[in-house]
């Protein structure tokens, strides 16, 4: 079994960064890619990065492309989600996932909410 516990969420200017953490435990051998999704109110979910446990390869949407970074402390089994000039239309709640790959996510974190203000 792996648990998934999400940290670092809060209330934010527009502007501003937030730094949210995900850290495993559990049998996170057993898949290789750790990834950040999100869920904004009346909106589906929605992939916004991933990263393999080696850390040698990424993956990020369009709209958060050079401006979230994602990253892997094997040692402490975390993952980061540096997210810098927030805007409001990043308001959602976000949810690490463990899986195989970016269509298929075996278990899920609680979420943390990210709320941006103009």
């Known amino acids: 079994q792996v648990q998934l516990v999400e940290s670092g969420g809060g209330l934010v200017q527009a502007g501003d960064s937030l730094r949210l953490s995900c850290a495993a435990s559990?049998?996170?051998?057993?898949?290789?890619?750790m990834a950040w999704l999100r869920q904004a109110p009346g909106k589906e979910r929605e992939f916004v990065a991933a990263?393999?446990?080696?850390?040698?390869?990424?993956y990020y949407a369009d709209s958060v492309k050079g401006r979230f970074t994602i990253s892997t402390d094997n040692a402490k089994n975390t993952v980061y989600l540096q997210m810098n000039s927030l805007n409001p239309s990043d308001t959602a709640v976000y949810y690490c996932?463990?899986?195989?790959?970016?269509?298929?996510?075996?278990?899920w974190g609680q979420g943390t909410q990210v709320t941006v203000s103009s």
């Open positions: 990263i393999n446990w080696r850390g040698s390869s990424t």
């Open positions: 996932a463990l899986g195989t790959n970016m269509l298929r996510y075996d278990y």
């Open positions: 559990g049998r996170t051998s057993s898949r290789d890619l």
